[in-house]
Nanobody
Framework: QVQLVESGGGLVQPGGSLRVSCAAS????????MYWVRQAPGNELEWVST????????YYADSVKGRFTISRDNARNTLYLQMNSLKPEDTALYYC????????RGQGTQVTVSS
C-alpha cells in the first residue's frame, strides 16, 4: 500500500523559511521520480518541483525558482522541500506526489505565509 505522509508545514512570516518533508512507503522510493505540488484556496493544483531518482536532477516552477530546493534521502525514503524567501502567494496546501499532476499524492501539509 503506497503511503505519502507530509509534515513540517506551519505559519511563517514573509521572507522566512520552512522545510517540509514527505515520508514514503509501500513502493521502491529510490526508483521513483518524485514531485511537490501545491494548492492554494480556490485554485487548481500547481506543480512546484521535480527530482529524479538519484537527486542530481531537479526542476522548478518559475514562481519558486531560486527560492525553493527539492532534495531526497533514499536511505530514509524521505523527500524534502526547503522553502526560503517565502511570500504570501506561497500560501497553500503542499503535497508530495508520484506524478507531476498530483493524482497520487499524500494528505498534504499547510503552509501559511503571513505577517
Amino acid at each position: 500500500q503506497v503511503q505519502l505522509v507530509e509534515s513540517g508545514g506551519g505559519l511563517v512570516q514573509p521572507g522566512g523559511s520552512l522545510r517540509v518533508s514527505c515520508a514514503a512507503s509501500g513502493f521502491t522510493f529510490s526508483s521513483a521520480w518524485m514531485y511537490w505540488v501545491r494548492q492554494a484556496p480556490g485554485n487548481e493544483l500547481e506543480w512546484v518541483s521535480t527530482i529524479n531518482t538519484g537527486g542530481d536532477g531537479t526542476y522548478y516552477a518559475d514562481s519558486v525558482k531560486g527560492r525553493f530546493t527539492i532534495s531526497r534521502d533514499n536511505a530514509r525514503n524521505t523527500l524534502y522541500l526547503q522553502m526560503n524567501s517565502l511570500k504570501p502567494e506561497d500560501t497553500a496546501l503542499y503535497y508530495c506526489a508520484r506524478d507531476p499532476g498530483g493524482r497520487d499524492r499524500g494528505q498534504g501539509t499547510q503552509v501559511t505565509v503571513s505577517s
